[in-house]
């Protein structure tokens, strides 16, 4: 069975400081690894996704997450904060062998000015 | 444009009532999937669809039921059962079951 865990459920930083969004998944078999972004009363958007290439995977609107075997870990991070990047973000994870994909319980970012 | 639409964006219905959600893709993909969610509960797995006219229960498939007889159309039934249905409601597709899902805007839903 595929897991995945989000440490810490709220996030809050100054705009222009480091974001970091922690993950951690638990899978038996290689797995695919995705970030969402949800806006408010929006439908998830794919920020960026792990697909056994690169275990360095940039994202669009600067984000970038880092594929660890050894840590079972799939953090996001962004160098600077943007007012725009106040959002929740999901982790998910996915495995060949399943029909679906696992979802995070969400980390909602909040940027301060 | 390619996308996956929902409607209505805003749905009230009465208590004891069933309800449908719309979810239509033109993506061409083969797996749809229905999550509900709740404040601070995440993502939620209702029931998902691989392929027309095959269909699996997610984690919480009570009180729900959904139909796939056309690849682009995926609709919810929320029917009385639903001890609780007030929530909101996400439509997602992939090509692959494997591969990263597309939300259309979602759906939500009051039952008073």
């Known amino acids: 069975a595929q897991s995945v865990t989000q440490l810490g459920s709220h996030v809050s930083v100054s705009e222009g400081a480091l974001v970091l969004l922690r993950c951690n998944y638990s899978?038996?078999?290689?797995?695919?690894l995705f970030w969402y972004v949800q806006y408010p009363n929006q439908g998830l958007q794919l920020l960026l996704k792990y697909t056994s290439a690169a275990t360095l995977v940039k994202g669009i609107n600067g984000f970038e997450a880092e594929f660890k075997k050894s840590e079972t870990s799939f953090h996001l991070t962004k160098p600077s904060a943007h007012m725009s990047d106040a959002a929740e973000y999901f982790c998910?994870?996915?495995?060949?062998?399943?029909?679906?994909?696992?979802f995070g319980d969400g980390t909602t970012l909040t940027v301060k000015p | 444009d390619g996308g996956i639409t929902q409607s209505p964006k805003y749905l009230f219905r009465k208590e004891g009532q069933n309800v449908t959600l719309s979810c239509e893709q033109n993506?061409?993909?083969?797996?749809m999937y229905w999550y509900r969610q709740d404040p601070g509960q995440g993502l939620r797995l209702i029931y998902y669809s691989q392929i027309v006219n095959d269909f699996q229960k997610g984690d919480i498939a009570e009180g729900y039921s959904v139909s796939r007889e056309k690849k682009e159309s995926f609709p919810l039934t929320v029917t009385s059962a639903q001890k609780n249905p007030t929530a909101f409601y996400l439509c997602?597709?992939?090509?692959?079951?494997?591969?990263?899902?597309?939300f259309g805007p979602g759906t939500r839903l009051t039952v008073t």
């Open positions: 899978s038996s078999v290689p797995p695919y």
């Open positions: 998910a994870v996915s495995v060949d062998n399943a029909g679906k994909s696992t």
């Open positions: 993506l061409n993909h083969d797996a």
């Open positions: 997602a597709s992939s090509m692959k079951r494997f591969y990263e899902q597309y």
